[in-house]
């Protein structure tokens, strides 16, 4: 008895021994196969995630693209808005240019009406532009180490730039009477009317100081410069006096109606 108990408990105590030592030794390590087929599927599924990513953003690109397309397909059948696109074709119909130049161009001629948000805005105009066969390259401007493509207009740009600036006239007809429609609304209360009146004259009055009319010259013109600044003189002084007139026969016609009411209530 005495030696199956001393071989029991000696037993006891290399069990307990190894469960310590196995203890201080952590987890089993695995063996070289099992790490290679573990590191296989995480190859695999890291090469299954990258695939997914990379044809997300090849959809993502490829409908860009095919939205600019439709874009740039579409663009020429709808009317151009853009003053700033309108203002560079009247440049190039002036005389052929390249980008930069027709920027600098645009800063002397336009600077107190438009402005350009940077130099590829241009950029972005004459693409617009060419696109709607409004403008051409200069045959063998496109050459050396720096090329600067210059651009002149099409016969279609000089017809469709000739259309749209006589379409400025409809438009301010149009701008001049909507403000006539909204002033006749106040005609319930004819003082507040007036009172908006004085105020549209005025700002007629400070828009006429500001920009001080010359008076035109019956001597033939310097150049375009000073033929456009005294065509845009004598264009503000008889709207601006339109106006002022306007304004003397909408006053007595309002204070008419405000009497009026006043002697009925």
């Known amino acids: 008895m005495n030696v199956y108990g001393n071989a029991g408990e000696a037993g006891r105590r290399r069990v307990t021994r190894r469960s310590c030592s196995l203890s201080r030794r952590g987890p089993r390590r695995r063996s070289r196969h099992e790490r290679g087929v573990s590191g ?41 808005h853009s003053p700033v696109n309108w203002a560079l074709l009247g440049l190039v119909i002036e005389r052929p240019s390249y980008a930069y130049e027709l920027a600098q161009r645009f800063e002397r001629t336009y600077a107190e009406v438009l402005s350009l948000s940077s130099v590829s805005h241009v950029y972005t105009a004459l693409a617009a532009l060419k696109a709607r066969s ?58 507040a009317a007036l009172q908006i009146l004085v105020r549209y004259e005025q700002a007629c009055l400070v828009e006429a100081q500001a920009a001080p009319l010359p008076s035109p010259r019956a001597t033939a013109p310097d150049g375009p410069a000073e ?14 006096g339109a106006k002022l007139e306007w304004v003397q026969y909408a006053r007595a016609q309002l204070t008419t109606l405000a009497e009026a009411r006043a002697q009925r209530g």
């Not at 599924?45 to 860009?64: E, K, N």
């Not at 456009?228 to 503000?236: K, Y």
């Open 40 to 80: 296989a599927r995480v190859q695999h599924a890291w090469g299954d995630l990258t695939f997914a990513v990379q044809s997300r953003c090849l959809r993502s690109i490829l409908s860009f693209t095919l939205a600019d397309m439709g874009a740039e397909r579409d663009a020429p059948s709808a009317p151009m």
């Open 134 to 191: 409004l403008i051409e390259e200069l045959p063998g401007t496109r050459t050396g180490r720096q090329p600067k493509p210059r651009y002149r207009a099409t016969q279609q740009g000089l017809l469709d730039y000739g259309e749209w600036l006589v379409s400025h006239v409809g438009e301010e007809r149009r701008r001049q009477r909507l403000f006539v429609l909204q002033l006749a609304t106040l005609t319930r209360d004819p003082r």
């Open 227 to 240: 033929l456009a600044a005294r065509l845009a003189a004598e264009d503000s002084r008889l709207a601006l």
